[in-house]
């Protein structure tokens, strides 16, 4: 029953009325209209259709049960595709309404910006869940009918007016690859009527389409590219409607990825400069695979402050190891981020300052932790800056503070040279304790963790991976759901493709491997206040995983067996502990040993150590031999 691609471009052609020619010579005053235009015109027709669709799913009356929701399914498929031509657009002008009103997960939200208001889920996929359920609740379905066409009524009259501006509308167009990539087939949407393939069709669709408009000015190779690569693209998806058991894997490193890169070199023809925008993803890369896709200055709170870097990461790397830096000169950061252990320190919870008691929760890895939005697990803090300060002052890490670390630095000349150096050009370049937070968080932004066996296989070398390996991935992005919160590619919950926002998820996690108990630390309502929040942590990366155990805020798990059989049995509330609000759904997954084994293949496919080797091999000399006696890296 699948309509050959060329027909289907032809006839999505015909739908949106943008048969190309005609529309270019038909439109404005005899003049022909910008491909900006032409793309708010395409924008502009989708959205009726969509209300239109909306209306007449609200007009059904007089049918059974059974038949109004046949209709309503019917309709919807056809809402959705016109929605998913236009997702690029509307997630790029209205990213809050795409995410709040339109097609946001089936999870109540809530922003520190706003206080403890709650944003029950609404849109498409509250429609999605019900419509395909053996008994949709119609009261439910009609709210959403209405806060759906109230909504896209108020896009079209919005969209009318804005300047369209050509940076921001192919900035649109190169992100909304990255969003197939790395949402659509990750489960993002399509939770239940699993259309995930279909879905992508459509969206590619109209990237073809829209950036076809361009073509017309340039009429070049990488326009012909581009289109020959979108053909083939979405030849594969028609032939795997099974979303579940489709090669993601396959279809992202060798066709999106080249799509990508094609996207961007049309996007280069065009001269369409930047905007003013500033983005995570770094729009001078033309692979989202390579290691600086993300621009790590974007999550600085210094962002313009790249004076010396390097020798300031440098003077970083000796602090982070020099147990000076703690009230009794024995205890460094690397006492509890051990480059060993991927920078963890392998207990379940840290051990407090005097090593008598433990502190409430894991230390997490510092691999690749410079790209993140909040840090600690409930997120009470926004950059590495701060983030340094807190622990000198926690009596439990390091016990010192700012003003007595300052004091003991200056004694040593050798860290005096290295200060001046560092900081060198400065109002101050004498020790301060902006420098020593500002060197400690330039080194941890080295710590860069993305050229594992996983990453080569994705850049294009097939015998990084075996068969097991590869079925864990798309078991990973697909059935298994895991995908849906650790997004690609650093597999933590930094939300693509904008990557300004970090997720905090309630799964559920028990005491400890017993299962028997949820864990009493409410995690990110300390910091929201937010009732939703209780028991919620932030999304970790999991890249190096092999290495990080004990598992979760409270190490709760010792193995990732454990970990994939917590998830196979749907969380904490699958496991029938007492969890309100778990976001993680609660349905045993239903995954057999054999895949809960391939997708553990998988996991331990994402090791990449290479930033743990450069350890100092000697630290900073004082005028004191005691001192000079202290062990590199702390002692623990
Ligand atoms: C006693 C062990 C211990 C010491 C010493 C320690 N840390 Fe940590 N670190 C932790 C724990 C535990 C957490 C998580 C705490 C939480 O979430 O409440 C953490 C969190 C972090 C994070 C946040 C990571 C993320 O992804 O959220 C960074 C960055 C960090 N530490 C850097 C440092 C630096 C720099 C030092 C030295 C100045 C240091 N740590 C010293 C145990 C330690
Ligand atoms: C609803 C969002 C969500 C889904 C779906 C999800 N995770 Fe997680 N994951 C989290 C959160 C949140 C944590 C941290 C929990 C905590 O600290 O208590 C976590 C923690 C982990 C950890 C431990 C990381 C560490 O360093 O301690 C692993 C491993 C993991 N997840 C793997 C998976 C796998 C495999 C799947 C799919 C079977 C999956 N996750 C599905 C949100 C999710």
């Known amino acids: 029953?699948?309509?050959?691609?060329?027909?289907?471009?032809?006839?999505?052609?015909?739908?949106?009325?943008?048969?190309?020619?005609?529309?270019?010579?038909?439109?404005?005053n005899g003049s022909s209209a910008s491909p900006e235009e032409l793309c708010r015109k395409l924008v502009?027709?989708?959205?009726?259709?969509?209300?239109?669709?909306?209306?007449?799913?609200?007009?059904?009356?007089?049918?059974?049960?059974?038949?109004k929701q046949k209709k309503l399914i019917k309709l919807y498929n056809k809402s959705r595709k016109h929605y998913k031509e236009i997702e690029f657009f509307i997630e790029y002008y209205s990213t809050f309404d795409a995410k709040y009103y339109i097609n946001g997960p089936l999870v109540p939200k809530s922003e520190i910006e706003f206080g403890p208001t709650v944003f029950e889920p609404m849109g498409f996929q509250v429609l999605e869940e019900n419509l395909f359920s053996k008994a949709p609740d119609f009261k439910i379905i009609d709210k959403q009918y209405e806060i759906l066409s109230d909504k896209f009524a108020k896009l079209r009259d919005y969209y009318s007016t804005i300047t369209i501006d050509r940076s921001n509308l192919t900035e649109a167009l190169r992100l909304q690859v990255i969003r197939v990539m790395c949402l659509t087939l990750n489960g993002y949407d399509c939770t239940v009527n699993k259309e995930t393939t279909k879905e992508c069709v459509y969206v590619l669709n109209s990237l073809n389409i829209v950036l076809s408009y361009y073509n017309l000015e340039t009429n070049s190779t990488p326009f012909a590219e581009m289109n020959s690569l979108i053909k083939r693209s979405i030849e594969l998806l028609n032939k795997n409607p099974d979303s579940d058991k489709f090669d993601r894997l396959n279809f992202t490193a060798?066709?999106?990825?080249?799509?990508?890169?094609?996207?961007?070199?049309?996007?280069?023809?065009?001269?369409?400069?930047?905007?003013?925008?500033?983005?995570?993803?770094?729009?001078?890369?033309?692979?989202?695979?390579?290691?600086?896709?993300?621009?790590?200055?974007?999550?600085?709170?210094?962002?313009?402050?790249?004076?010396?870097?390097k020798e300031q990461s440098e003077l970083g790397r000796l602090l982070f190891f020099d147990p000076v830096l703690s009230g009794n000169n024995k205890r460094a950061c690397a006492s509890c981020h051990k480059p060993e252990l991927a920078f963890t320190d392998g207990y379940d919870k840290s051990f407090g300052f005097e090593e008598k008691t433990k502190i409430t929760r894991n230390a997490p890895t510092l691999?690749?932790?410079?790209?993140?939005?909040?840090?600690?697990?409930?997120?009470?803090i926004f950059n590495l800056e701060e983030q340094a300060a807190r622990v000198f002052n926690n009596a439990f890490e390091m016990n010192c503070s700012g003003d007595e670390i300052v004091k003991k630095l200056k004694q040593s000349p050798e860290y005096v040279t290295l200060f001046r150096n560092a900081f060198k050009g400065r109002m101050d370049s004498a020790i301060t304790f902006y420098g020593v937070m500002k060197s400690l968080a330039e080194y941890i932004k080295t710590l860069d963790s993305k050229n594992s066996k996983f990453d080569k296989y994705i850049k294009g070398d097939h015998t990084q991976l075996?068969?097991?390996?590869?079925n864990g991935y798309n078991l990973f992005a697909g059935k298994a759901l895991c995908g849906s919160c650790h997004f690609y590619p650093l597999f933590n919950g930094l939300v693509p493709p904008m990557y300004n926002d970090n997720e905090f998820e309630v799964i559920g996690t028990p005491e400890d491997s017993i299962n028997k108990k949820l864990d009493q630390d409410a995690g990110r309502e300390n910091i929201t206040h937010s009732s939703i929040h209780r028991?919620?942590?932030?999304?970790?990366?999991?890249?190096?995983?092999?290495?990080?155990?004990?598992?979760?805020?409270?190490?709760?798990?010792?193995?990732?067996?454990?970990?994939?059989?917590?998830?196979?049995?749907?969380?904490?509330?699958?496991?029938?502990?007492?969890?309100?609000?778990?976001?993680?759904?609660?349905?045993?997954?239903?995954?057999?040993?054999?895949?809960?084994?391939?997708?553990?293949?998988?996991?331990?496919?994402?090791?990449?150590?290479?930033?743990?080797?450069?350890?100092?091999?000697?630290?900073?000399?004082?005028?004191?031999?005691?001192?000079?006696?202290?062990?590199i890296g702390g002692e623990y």
């Open 44 to 67: 502009l027709t989708n959205i009726e259709k969509i209300i239109d669709e909306l209306e007449d799913a609200q007009k059904l009356s007089g049918l059974s049960a059974k038949k």
């Open 1 to 28: 029953m699948h309509t050959s691609p060329l027909k289907k471009i032809i006839l999505t052609f015909l739908v949106l009325g943008a048969s190309l020619p005609l529309l270019v010579s038909f439109s404005g």
């Open 367 to 380: 691999l690749n932790a410079a790209y993140q939005k909040s840090y600690f697990h409930d997120g009470r």
């Open 466 to 470: 075996t068969r097991n390996e590869i």
């Open 254 to 309: 060798n066709y999106l990825q080249p799509l990508y890169l094609s996207v961007c070199n049309c996007v280069e023809e065009l001269n369409a400069g930047r905007s003013q925008v500033n983005y995570a993803v770094n729009f001078k890369q033309r692979s989202i695979f390579d290691i600086n896709s993300l621009d790590k200055q974007h999550f600085s709170l210094y962002r313009d402050d790249t004076l010396h870097q």
């Open 535 to 631: 028991f919620a942590f932030k999304t970790p990366g999991i890249r190096n995983i092999a290495l990080t155990a004990p598992y979760m805020h409270n190490g709760a798990y010792r193995t990732l067996d454990q970990v994939l059989d917590f998830y196979n049995k749907g969380g904490g509330a699958g496991l029938k502990l007492k969890v309100e609000n778990q976001t993680l759904p609660f349905d045993s997954l239903g995954l057999k040993k054999s895949e809960l084994n391939d997708i553990k293949s998988f996991l331990l496919t994402l090791t990449d150590t290479s930033a743990t080797k450069k350890v100092p091999s000697k630290l900073p000399r004082f005028n004191n031999e005691l001192l000079n006696k202290r062990k």
